[in-house]
């Protein structure tokens, strides 16, 4: 037999035959971490609203049988509040299914949570038909999008100048500064820049010097005497954020546009905007807000609630304020933990805090709404940590972010300072970080970000009820007398009405129900366990019991029924809940 022998390959390809053979074999794998879309989008840059408004259709015109685009209202300004269902009709309607409910931008400025929600939408659309991972949770759950809350500030934060932390909120007029007039000093561009950035104003008396080595940076000059009991000085004192005193009174760029805050706004823990500025005259007062409350209150399957912000790499739960603390009864808490630590596990640098203790109190926020006034467990991700900009973990100093803009962005979000002339300052120095500068990962960092926390809110959406008869067993009693035992099962973290719920008595109890033909149900009730010979037997209906508990995540609850009927008589049982799918079975009473 003659056997190719590997001498025969010259010893100069050797290489290169191995680099191709390896490079062949990886081929498949490489294949298989690719999505074949429909609808090809870019997650290295940032959208403006009317191209969010264009992927949104294109996404549901390709994928008809699974998407549905249609707006809850209006914004401030006339624009739709767009909401993206994504359900699979062939498995139940929507309601019939646990539900998840994801937003973000309610704060404006806060663009990256906008991309991270249509990323959500596009890989659970597009990942359908090839990720099966994907097709079951698609299958078993409804999910609403909302991914613009704010639609007014968006559009103000792209088309006119901002900083990265203007344009927060909405754009209904406000008199910030309670002079009896309405946005009349907000910041000016007097560079023509399309940014706001900082100002320092030519100074004899300066507190701080040009860095002769980077002209970029500022150093201050020593506050204290030298020892002949003279000064230094520099040249230059911090005249702040970009802009002139409008309505001459004193004070620059104090009344911006709208100023109000719609994550105060909603009903649980709201106080009135002496207590906490921009909560508005009363809860869902804004139109973004109240058309958000008005749609999910129409959902009471929603099950889970994730809502996007930026910055600081933060899973949030509430509550809000030290005295709501009792809105999170343990069992729930149980619930939040071992969800929030799975999310700490994906998603690098970011940390599991709690709002009031961890952050700061906020009174009337919307994920503190849907889980203490709605009994759903819910998160608020700040999306991006500036810990991702160095290798080491650290919180940058400025010169490492000076380094980060340097090297890895290559000034890109930088503007050179330039002189102008300023009304009442005089000579002024106009430059620093742009809006793109800080809060926000850079494009080649942004479909990461948007990926992983994706994968925590389908681990999240994973973690819904998912329900199941675990037992059903028939004795007889003697006669036409039976014993029905019944065990419904939780085979998910979630519990199919949180404890909150259970508490307030939130929403509509879960319901199990034995129906005879041609018999009656004679007593019924809970149990402790499968072993119980025992049963707390209800006073009223025992042929339909309402479980106020909900069934726990992760375990089940039996429940007794004592029948009257002739042997034969098949019994029909369901078991139904808010938050999950029903389930139907039945038993037959002994031989015919």
Request: glycine content about 8%.
């Amino acid at each position: 037999m003659n056997r190719p022998r590997f001498a025969r390959t010259p010893r100069s390809l050797r290489p290169v035959i191995a680099i191709a053979a390896a490079l062949a074999a990886a081929a498949p794998l490489c294949a298989q971490q690719q999505i074949d879309a429909k609808v090809d989008l870019a997650w290295n840059r940032y959208y403006e609203l009317d191209e969010v408004g264009e992927i949104l259709e294109r996404l549901a015109a390709a994928h008809p049988e699974l998407a549905t685009l249609e707006s809850i209202g209006e914004s401030h300004e006339g624009r739709p509040m767009w909401l993206f269902t994504i359900n699979n009709p062939r498995t139940g309607p929507d309601t019939a299914k646990p539900g998840v409910y994801i937003d973000g931008s309610i704060h404006a400025n806060e663009i990256q949570a906008t991309e991270t929600v249509l990323y959500s939408i596009w890989y659970l659309l597009e990942a359908y038909d090839e990720v099966e991972s994907i097709r079951e949770l698609v299958d078993r759950t409804a999910w609403y999008f909302v991914p613009v809350v704010n639609p007014d500030g968006r559009a103000s934060w792209f088309e006119e100048p901002h900083t990265s932390s203007s344009s927060r909120t909405g754009v209904a007029p406000v008199d910030d500064d309670r002079d009896g007039r309405v946005d009349e000093d907000g910041p000016d561009d007097l560079d023509g820049d399309g940014f706001i950035e900082r100002m320092w104003r030519k100074d004899p008396f300066g507190t701080h010097r040009r860095d002769p080595r980077d002209p970029r940076r500022f150093e201050p000059v020593p506050s204290a005497p030298k020892a002949d009991g003279t000064r230094e000085y520099g040249e230059w004192s911090w005249a702040g954020q970009e802009g002139i005193d409008n309505d001459g009174d004193g004070r620059v760029n104090e009344d911006a546009r709208g100023v109000y805050d719609m994550n105060r706004n909603w009903p649980s823990g709201w106080h009135p905007d002496h207590v906490q500025r921009g909560a508005g005259p009363y809860p869902l007062c804004w139109p973004e807000t109240r058309c958000v409350a008005e749609f999910i209150l129409t959902k009471p399957n929603i099950a889970a609630g994730q809502a996007y912000h930026n910055t600081g790499g933060m899973i949030l739960r509430g509550p809000g304020a030290d005295f709501r603390t009792d809105a999170y009864p343990r069992a729930d808490l149980r619930v939040y933990d071992e969800i929030a630590n799975a999310g700490a596990e994906m998603l690098p640098f970011y940390r599991p805090l709690v709002i009031h203790s961890d952050l700061y109190t906020v009174h009337g926020g919307f994920v503190n709404w849907i889980a203490e006034g709605l009994g759903v467990v819910s998160f608020t991700n700040e999306l991006w940590t500036d810990r991702r900009i160095l290798q080491t973990g650290d919180t940058p100093d400025a010169d490492a972010r000076q380094r980060w803009q340097d090297r890895v962005l290559f000034g890109r979000t930088w503007s050179d300072w330039q002189e102008i002339e300023h009304p009442e300052y005089g000579t002024v120095l106009v430059g620093g970080g742009t809006k793109f500068s800080s809060r926000i990962p850079p494009p080649f960092m942004l479909e990461e970000e948007c990926h992983r926390n994706f994968a925590f809110t389908a681990f999240h959406a994973g973690e819904t009820p998912l329900v199941r008869f675990e037992t059903i067993e028939v004795e007889p009693l003697g006669g036409d007398l039976w014993q029905i035992d019944v065990a419904v099962a939780n085979d998910r973290l979630i519990p199919t009405r949180t404890a909150r719920a259970a508490q307030n008595r939130i929403g509509v109890p879960d319901r199990l129900s034995v129906a005879v033909p041609g018999g009656t149900v004679l007593a019924a009730g809970p149990m402790r366990n499968g072993l119980d010979t025992t049963f707390d037997a209800v006073q009223h209906r025992p042929d339909r019991l309402l479980i106020e508990s909900g069934i726990p995540g992760h375990g089940s609850r039996w429940f007794r029924f004592i029948v009257n009927a002739p042997a034969g008589t098949i019994a029909k049982i369901r078991f139904a809940a808010e938050k999950a799918t029903d389930l139907e079975g039945e038993a037959t009473l002994g031989d015919l």
